[in-house]
């Protein structure tokens, strides 16, 4: 069982930046790729970054390529998502998702992802 909690999120102007964080209960937090997702009211919850179990491998959504860098602590049971350059559309809820396979987390497939945290909100302000 893998618990998982969000912080970081707040108000940030356009341009600004923010460090998102999932901290990770259980042992088994080291063997889990890790991912991130996002939801705006009235639309689906969609992928933003993925990272695998040891961190040599990263994925990101089109939308945020070069602008978010996701990275992974497996001593400290945490997983990051670094937002640069942040612009009013990522204003969203922002879901922390742990799953063993890396490629469920890459190709969004949200039904069937194993962990989600309760999400952390990200307002963007132009």
């Known amino acids: 069982q893998v618990q998982l909690v969000e912080s970081g999120g707040g108000l940030v102007q356009a341009g600004g930046s923010l460090r998102l964080s999932c901290a990770a209960s259980g042992r088994t937090f080291r063997t889990y790729a890790m991912g991130w997702f996002r939801q705006t009211p009235g639309k689906e919850r969609e992928f933003v970054a993925a990272?695998?179990?040891?961190?040599?491998?990263?994925y990101y959504a089109d939308t945020v390529k070069g602008r978010f860098t996701i990275s992974r602590d497996n001593a400290k049971n945490t997983v990051y998502l670094q937002a640069n350059s942040l612009k009013p559309e990522d204003t969203a809820v922002y879901y922390c998702?742990?799953?063993?396979?890396?490629?469920?987390?890459?190709?969004?497939?949200?039904?069937?992802?194993?962990?989600w945290g309760q999400g952390t909100h990200v307002t963007v302000s132009s």
């Open positions: 998702a742990g799953d063993p396979d890396y490629y469920t987390l890459v190709r969004g497939t949200t039904g069937a992802v194993h962990y």
């Open positions: 990272i695998s179990w040891n961190g040599d491998n990263t």
